[in-house]
């Protein structure tokens, strides 16, 4: 199955679950990274993410255990950081091997 070319990245913040899930059914994505606090939403709409990262003062731990879990790689920031999460994901979805 063409996974497609696009990087689907779900931040923490006022998420739409609407908005997001429309994107999931009309995209295919190459890899889902979620940031902190959108580990929420796509729990909900039950997106397993390819990575999750950040450093997690937003998030239920008990929540991130169930990624962990799962065997979701989970990538971890010290609060102390000049970047954001957001910021992070998307330095790290611009890094990735994406193969036409």
Do not use: C, W
């Amino acid at each position: 199955m063409d996974k497609g070319k696009n990087v689907l990245i779900i931040s923490g913040g006022d998420v739409s679950l609407t908005l997001l899930s429309s994107l999931i059914q009309k995209e295919r994505y190459f890899m889902t990274i979620v940031a902190d606090g959108g580990l929420v939403a796509a729990d909900k709409l039950k997106i397993r993410p390819d990575i999750i990262l950040g450093d997690f003062d937003t998030v239920d731990h008990r929540l991130l255990e169930k990624y962990e879990s799962l065997s979701v790689p989970i990538i971890s920031y010290p609060p102390e950081k000049d970047k954001t999460d957001s910021q992070i994901a998307i330095e790290l979805a611009i890094r990735l091997p994406i193969f036409f």
